[in-house]
């Protein structure tokens, strides 16, 4: 039996630009997915979400992991066993954490031979399936930990600040919002295109302060790249609130992140600030956890 872990996501700037090719800064967080897979008689896929065979409905980006692998590997049957930190559709990309664990499960299981650069460009190829349209951000940050400016796959510093992500509870479909997006972009181009190239320029503009760990102003252009994606038609009653109860708290900047609707903020604080964000955030009667950032992608677990 062969397990892979492969961490979730958030975004400090970018989510819903990075769609339309503008830049994006994402990061990977200390909450994982672990994927167990073995040998079996036939195909069985096991996780939170029930037990089912290969099915596009319960399970599409595990399902589609096994159809795409069989070109790599000889599989007949498999067992896949999913465990995750990370909380199903909310933001902190379960999607492509589960979909990079897989790969690299029946990569190593079945001696397939793919590289990471390889089992990126799989996740992304079926997050785009699945989702409709996606980008390749959270499988590639999925895949390499770190922090990573995308399109360009370039490597900036990893923060050392505390990241406070605070959990709505309301489910959110990437693939509903980002046709969201589509749809109102199609309405007003003139509106929205501006304000996608903005949060764009706003990754460039961000990129030296991450890298100078300067948190001040990453946290002012990260607060107003919230203000962006409520423009865009992303945020909610929900998620306003916790961002609020965040800053009011002290939080350096406070943002969706992901697809947004529902799911989760994220906060920036200091460490020493960061049990009174959560405190502000469970006061709100929503789920607070506190993590980090990884460099660690996706790996083999012993
Ligand atoms: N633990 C899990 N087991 C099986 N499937 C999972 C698991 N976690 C996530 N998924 C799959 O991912 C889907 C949710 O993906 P979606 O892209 O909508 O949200 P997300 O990835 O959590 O958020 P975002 O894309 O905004 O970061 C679920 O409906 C399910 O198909
Ligand atoms: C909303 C989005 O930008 C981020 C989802 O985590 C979609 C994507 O990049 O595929
Ligand atoms: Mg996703």
New binding site residues.
């Given amino acids: 039996m062969i397990t892979c872990s492969a961490p979730?996501?958030v975004?400090l700037f970018g989510?819903h630009a990075v769609v339309y090719g503008q830049s994006a800064i994402c990061c990977a967080i200390d909450l994982r997915?672990r994927v167990q897979a073995e040998e079996h008689d036939s195909i069985v896929?096991e996780?939170?979400?029930g037990t089912t065979g290969l099915d596009q409905e319960?399970?599409?980006?595990?399902s589609r992991v096994i159809e795409k692998m069989k070109a790599f590997g000889n599989i007949r049957g498999v067992r896949i066993h999913?465990?995750?930190e990370?909380?199903?559709?909310?933001?902190?990309?379960?999607?492509?954490?589960?979909?990079v664990a897989s790969i690299q499960a029946l990569n190593q299981l079945y001696s397939c031979g793919l590289q990471l650069e390889e089992v990126a460009s799989m996740g992304h190829i079926i997050?785009r399936e699945?989702?409709g349209n996606?980008s390749p951000t959270?499988t590639y940050v999925s895949t390499m930990g770190g922090v990573v400016m995308i399109p360009e796959r370039r490597r900036l510093n990893g923060l050392e600040c505390s990241i406070i992500v605070g959990n709505t509870g309301k489910?959110?479909?990437?693939?509903?919002?980002v046709a969201n997006v589509a749809k109102l972009r199609q309405e007003f181009p003139d509106i929205i295109d501006p304000i996608l190239n903005n949060i764009g320029r706003m990754s460039h503009l961000a990129e030296e302060h991450v890298n100078r760990y300067d948190y001040e102003t990453m946290g002012k252009l990260m607060n107003v790249n919230q203000g962006l994606l409520d423009a865009i038609g992303v945020g909610g009653a929900e998620l306003s609130e916790l961002v609020y109860a965040a800053r009011d708290a002290g939080a350096i900047s406070a943002k969706i992140?992901?697809?947004?609707g529902g799911?989760?903020m994220v906060a920036l604080a200091s460490k020493q600030d960061a049990g009174k964000i959560a405190s502000a955030i469970r006061n709100k009667g929503a789920e607070a956890i506190l993590t980090s950032n990884t460099q660690e992608g996706v790996r083999l677990e012993p």
């Fill in positions: 979730g996501k975004y989510e997915t896929i996780s939170v979400l319960v399970h599409p980006y595990v999913i465990d995750s990370l909380p199903v559709g909310s933001g902190l990309g379960s999607s492509a954490a589960v979909t997050e699945v989702q996606a959270d489910f959110s479909s990437t693939r509903e919002l992140t992901g697809a947004g799911g989760c």
